[in-house]
C-alpha cells in the first residue's frame, strides 16, 4: 500500500508538470496579446512595455515558466492581467460552484441512470426496457445547450418552477442555492445519466445471467436481494469505470452549462479567460483541473478495491 | 410398487412423479423432461447419470422450482407433505437452501466475487432462520469447521478467490448444509475439480449425508463417481429414465443398452486418471420438439428393431431370479449377462 501510494504521488506530480509545460506553451501560442487585453484605451508602447514587465512577459520563456513553477508551488498562481485579481482568489470563488453543479449533476446521473438501467435489465423485452432506452437514447443524442435551452423556456420563464439563471452562494441562502441549481444539474447530469444507464443495463444483464446468481436464488432469497444486493454489487465496478472516464466529458459539459445559465462558475472564467488572453488565469485553471483529474482517478482506483475484492490496489502498483 | 412403509424403513425424503419440462423457445417447443419418477430417501445417495444434454441440471432445478419463466412444468414433486410443483413463488423460496439446497458444478463462479464467504453463508441463516449477524458469523464458522476447511474463523472474513476449487466447493457444500436441508441437490459437484479432490469431496457428502441424514440427488455423468458414493442409480436418456437400480446391480448387470454403453464407457482406476471423463457412445443424445412413441435410444443402439422405433418401451421390472427386486429398465430387448 505505501509504495503504491509512492508511486501514485510520483506519477501525478509528472503527470501535473506535464500539463502546466503544455498549458503554458499552448496559451502562449495563441494570437493576441494580453497586454493590450490590460492596457485597455492606453495603448502607446510605454505602458505597453510596464504592463509586459509587471507580468514578466518581456522574460526569456524558461525564466516565465520557472517563475511561474516556484510561485504555483508555494501556492500563488499570479494576478489575472485583465483585472489584476490574484488568480488563486478566483479561483477561490468559482471552483465551488463548479464542484457543486458537477456533484449534483453526477447524483443525477448516478441515481437517474443507475435506476433505469436495472430496471432496464430486470425487465428485459418489456415496456419498462422499451421507454429506458428510449429515454437513454434522447439522454445521448440531445446536446446539452439544446436541453438547456428548452429547459429554460418550459420550466423557468414558461411554469416559473425555477430560476432562469444566476447563482446564490450555499452559504448565503441554502434554499435559493439548490433551487438556482436543479435545472444547470439536470441539463448537465443528463448526457451522463443516459451513458451511465446504459452501461448499467448490460453490466446487470451480465451479472444476472452469473452462476452465482443461480445459487442466490436456489438459496431462497428475495428478487430484491438478489438483485439488488448481489447482481448490483458486481455491476457496480462498471458503473464506477464509467463515471471515471466520462467525468472530463462532465468537466466540459459544465463549461457550457455554466454559460447557459450564467452561474459564476470555473467555466464562465475559463471562457472569459481565454478570450482575453488572460495567460496567469488559463494556467491556473487549467492546472486545478488537472489536479482535480489526478485526484478523480485515484478516488476511482480506491473504488474499485472497496468494491470488487479481487482489485488490490497494492497489486496494481507492482 | 409402493414402499412398503414400516418403522425401521427409512423416511422418504422426496417423491417425484411423472415430471416433465417443456422449454417455450423461438425454435419451438423442447421436451427436455418427459415423465420422470424417482423418490429418495433420508441418508440415502441417488445418482442421476447420462450424457451431457439428458435433462439431468433441468431435473435438478425443477425440484425447486428454479427453471425459467419459459419452462412449462407438469408431474408432482412432494417434500415430506407438501407439492411443490405448482407451489407458489413465495412458498418456494422459504424450500430453497432451507429444506431443498443445490451445489452446482462450477465453484469457481457459484460464489459470488464480492462479498466474503462467511457473509454468503450467513446469508441463507439470516433469511431462513431469522438469525442475527453475530449467531449466523458463529454458525458459519461451524460449518466450515463441518466441510473441513481448517482455521474457520479466519477464512471465514476471506474472498472466494482466495480458496481453491476444492475448497470452494466445500464453502457450497457448507452454504447447502446450513439449515440443514432435507434434500441436497449436488449437480456435477466434482466435474471441474482435479481428479485427486474429486474423491476428498465426494467423500464429504457423502460422510456427512449419512450423518446429518440428508437426502442427496447427485448428478453425474460419470459412472466412476456414481461407483464411489451411490445408493441407487437413475439412468436418464434424452429426457426419459431407461434404467433404475441399486449401483451394484446396476454394475453388476446393466440391462438398458444405453446403461451398457455408459459402462463400456466407465473408467477404470487406471484410465480415469487420464481421462477423467467417459469414452463417447457414437452419435448424440437428441433434442426432441415432443417425446415420440419409441424408444429415444433407438438410433444409437446396436440391438434396435422395428418395434423399438414405433413403441415406447415401458420401465417394468428386470431383476434377474433371486435378487432384490428395485431394478428396472425401458427396454424391449434388455440385455442378459451374455450379451455384455
Ligand atoms: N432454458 C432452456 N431453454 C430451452 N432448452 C433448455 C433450457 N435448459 C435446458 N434446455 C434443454 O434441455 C435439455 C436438457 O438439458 P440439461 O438438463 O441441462 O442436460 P444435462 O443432462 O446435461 O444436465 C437440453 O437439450 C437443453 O438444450
Ligand atoms: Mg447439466
Redesign the interface.
Known amino acids: 500500500m505505501r509504495t503504491y501510494l509512492l508511486n501514485r504521488l510520483w506519477q501525478s506530480a509528472l503527470t501535473l508538470l506535464l500539463a502546466s509545460i503544455v498549458v503554458f506553451l499552448g496559451v502562449r501560442a495563441l494570437p493576441g496579446d494580453p497586454a493590450l487585453a490590460f492596457a485597455g484605451e492606453e495603448r502607446d508602447p510605454e505602458s505597453l512595455a510596464a504592463i509586459r514587465a509587471r507580468f514578466g512577459f518581456d522574460q526569456p520563456l524558461l525564466v516565465q515558466f520557472w517563475k511561474f513553477l516556484t510561485a504555483a508551488l508555494s501556492g500563488d498562481l499570479g494576478d489575472s492581467t485583465r483585472t489584476g485579481i490574484p488568480v488563486t482568489s478566483m479561483i477561490g470563488s468559482a471552483l465551488p460552484v463548479t464542484i457543486q453543479l458537477s456533484v449534483f449533476a453526477l447524483l443525477v446521473a448516478v441515481l437517474v441512470g443507475g435506476a433505469t438501467g436495472v430496471l432496464a435489465a430486470v425487465r428485459r423485452g418489456r415496456p419498462a426496457e422499451w421507454f429506458a432506452n428510449a429515454v437513454a437514447l434522447i439522454g445521448l443524442s440531445v446536446p446539452n445547450f439544446w436541453l438547456g435551452l428548452i429547459a429554460i423556456i418550459y420550466l423557468a420563464v414558461g411554469f416559473g418552477w425555477f430560476p432562469a439563471s444566476g447563482f446564490v452562494p450555499f452559504t448565503v441562502d441554502p434554499v435559493a442555492n439548490l433551487h438556482h441549481l436543479v435545472l444547470p444539474a439536470l441539463v448537465l447530469g443528463s448526457g451522463l445519466a443516459a451513458v451511465v444507464m446504459r452501461q448499467t443495463r448490460s453490466a446487470m444483464l451480465e451479472s444476472l445471467g452469473a452462476d452465482y446468481i443461480r445459487t442466490a436464488r436456489a438459496k431462497g432469497l428475495s428478487p430484491r436481494a438478489v438483485v439488488g444486493s448481489h447482481a448490483l454489487r458486481n455491476s457496480l465496478v462498471v458503473v464506477v469505470t464509467i463515471v471515471g472516464l466520462q467525468l472530463g466529458a462532465l468537466i466540459s459539459g459544465a463549461v457550457v452549462t455554466e454559460r447557459i445559465f450564467a452561474l459564476p462558475g470555473f467555466g464562465k472564467m475559463t471562457v472569459d479567460a481565454v478570450f482575453q488572453r488572460d495567460y496567469p488565469v488559463i494556467q491556473g485553471v487549467v492546472l486545478v483541473t488537472a489536479s482535480a483529474y489526478v485526484l478523480i482517478n485515484f478516488l476511482v482506483d480506491l473504488a474499485y478495491s472497496l468494491i470488487d475484492p479481487r482489485i488490490r490496489v497494492t497489486g496494481a502498483a507492482s | 410398487m409402493t414402499v412398503p412403509i414400516s418403522k425401521t424403513a427409512p423416511k422418504m425424503a422426496l417423491s417425484v412423479r411423472d415430471l416433465s419440462v417443456t422449454f417455450r423457445t423461438t425454435d419451438g417447443p423442447v421436451s427436455a423432461v418427459d415423465r420422470v419418477s424417482f423418490e429418495v430417501d433420508a441418508g440415502e445417495v441417488l445418482a442421476v447419470v447420462g450424457e451431457s444434454g439428458c435433462g439431468k441440471s433441468v431435473t435438478a432445478m425443477a425440484l425447486?422450482g428454479?427453471l425459467p419463466g419459459s419452462a412449462t412444468v407438469t408431474g408432482s414433486v412432494r417434500l415430506g407433505e407438501r407439492e411443490l410443483v405448482g407451489a407458489s413463488e413465495q412458498a418456494l423460496?422459504?424450500?430453497?437452501?432451507?429444506e431443498v439446497?443445490?451445489v452446482?458444478q462450477?465453484p469457481m463462479?457459484?460464489?459470488?466475487?464480492?462479498?466474503?464467504v462467511g457473509r454468503q453463508i450467513a446469508?441463507?441463516l439470516r433469511?431462513?432462520r431469522g438469525m442475527g449477524k453475530r449467531q449466523a458469523q458463529a454458525r458459519a464458522v461451524e460449518l466450515l469447521g463441518l466441510v473441513g476447511i481448517p482455521e474457520p474463523a479466519r477464512r471465514l472474513r476471506e474472498?472466494p478467490?482466495q480458496f481453491s476449487g476444492g475448497m470452494r466447493q466445500r464453502v457450497?457444500i457448507a452454504?447447502a448444509l446450513a439449515c440443514d436441508p432435507a434434500v441436497l441437490v449436488a449437480d456435477e459437484p466434482t466435474t471441474a475439480l482435479d481428479v485427486t479432490v474429486q474423491a476428498a469431496v465426494l467423500d464429504l457428502l457423502r460422510d456427512l449425508g449419512k450423518r446429518l441424514g440428508t437426502a442427496i440427488v447427485l448428478i453425474t455423468h460419470d459412472l466412476g463417481v456414481v461407483a464411489d458414493i451411490a445408493d441407487r442409480v437413475l439412468v436418464m436418456y434424452a429426457g426419459r429414465v431407461v434404467e433404475t437400480a441399486g449401483t451394484q446391480e446396476l454394475f453388476d448387470a446393466p440391462r438398458h443398452h444405453y446403461a451398457i454403453g455408459l459402462m463400456g464407457a466407465v473408467p477404470t482406476a487406471a484410465r480415469r486418471s487420464e481421462e477423467g471423463r467417459l469414452r463417447e457412445i457414437p452419435g448424440l443424445v437428441p433434442v426432441l420438439a415432443e417425446q415420440p412413441a419409441a424408444c429415444t435410444f433407438a438410433d444409437r443402439c446396436p440391438a434396435a428393431d422395428d418395434k423399438c422405433r414405433t413403441a415406447e418401451p415401458p420401465l417394468l421390472p428386470a431383476a434377474r431370479p433371486g435378487s432384490a427386486g428395485t431394478h428396472r429398465a425401458a427396454c424391449w430387448h434388455p440385455a442378459d449377462e451374455e450379451a455384455r
Open positions: 425447486a428454479l423460496r422459504k424450500v430453497r437452501g432451507s439446497a443445490y452446482f462450477e463462479t457459484s460464489l459470488n466475487p464480492v462479498f466474503t446469508e441463507v433469511v431462513h474472498y478467490h457450497m452454504m
